[in-house]
């Protein structure tokens, strides 16, 4: 997804315009029994059934979930 998100920047930057691009965190996905999820809460981040539709390239078009 990170690197998804540079080459949009990369497609509409301003010339000279350079792209710094780090993750600014890491989701750990664990399972706790029978569900997924995450090993420490991150603020504003999608459910994990949400996020790991997005790492597997589920919906091409998924609708925004807020």
């Known amino acids: 997804m990170q690197r998804r998100m540079e ?3 990369r497609k509409y930057r301003p010339q000279g315009m350079e792209i ?3 993750a600014a965190y890491q989701a750990e996905v664990v399972a706790q029994g029978s ?3 995450y090993r420490e809460a991150i603020p504003g981040m999608w459910a994990v059934d949400r996020y790991v ?3 597997m390239g589920g ?3 998924p609708p925004f979930d807020g």
């Open 20 to 22: 710094i691009n780090y």
């Open 7 to 9: 080459m949009g920047l």
């Open 53 to 55: 539709n997005l790492l």
């Open 59 to 61: 919906e091409k078009n």
């Open 35 to 37: 569900q997924l999820i």
